[in-house]
């Protein structure tokens, strides 16, 4: 398995059901919502509406009740597809515009600064732009925070945050070392394995009125 970073933004946008969150998201975005199981459909979705997909379930209802979250893709089946693993609190997100540069252990040295300074400088100036390109992205869903750390170590934290579990709630842990401003000041002979430990990266804004045209220019 590999040892990747996973991206979880916080969410004040879920509204009474998830019917009634996503007539809101359609509403907001002026695009359509259309629910598929992907695992069995191959049409391929160019169009720019945001697919639900359903797996074995009966209804996007059903799935959420069960699994607490559901699937929503974008640009499915194109160079610029994402998806959002959306949960009642907070929403997982990957995809192609989405990766990061490297994987967990390149990124656990960035956070602390453990890089030749023209590669630190590098990768933060992609960082930077990558982190308001995040930020962009979850303005439609009122998101305000967002937190990033390696997954695959931690899959029970994951877990949590897809079936609904707050961000904040998860910071909590004592588990975590958290990082904010970068680089994080560590002593190096105090850790070993340093792409082990629980390093989480954690950003917060103040959202300004959300502007679709905005929206619409950077992710259509």
Do not use: A
Not at 2 to 8: A, L
Not at 14 to 26: A, G, M, R, V
Not at 33 to 42: A, E, K, R
Not at 98 to 113: A, D, E, Q, T
């Amino acid at each position: 398995m590999g040892i990747d970073v996973n991206i979880f933004l916080e969410h004040k946008f879920f509204e009474k059901n998830i019917t009634y969150t996503l007539d809101k998201l359609k509403e907001i975005s002026s695009l359509d919502i259309i629910v598929s199981n992907l695992d069995n459909d191959y049409e391929p979705y160019y169009g720019s509406g945001w697919i639900i997909s359903i797996d074995e379930y009966n209804s996007v209802e059903e799935m959420f009740e069960k699994e607490k979250y559901i699937n929503i893709v974008r640009k499915w089946n194109t160079e610029k597809e994402n998806k959002i693993w959306f949960s009642k609190h907070n929403f997982y997100l990957i995809g192609n515009e989405f990766m990061f540069r490297g994987r967990w252990h390149y990124f656990s040295k960035f956070l602390i600064g453990n890089m030749e300074k023209d590669d630190f400088d590098d990768y933060k100036h992609w960082f930077n732009n990558f982190s308001d390109r995040i930020i962009e992205y979850g303005k439609i869903f009122n998101s305000n925070s967002y937190i990033m750390f390696c997954g695959d170590l931690n899959q029970d934290i994951s877990e949590e945050l897809w079936t609904g579990e707050k961000i904040e709630n998860v910071l909590k842990k004592d588990m975590w070392t958290i990082v904010k401003d970068i680089p994080y000041e560590i002593i190096m002979e105090k850790i070993t394995n340093y792409d082990i430990p629980r390093f989480l990266c954690h950003k917060k804004w103040e959202n300004n009125k959300f502007d679709l045209k905005k929206w619409r220019d950077l992710f259509e």
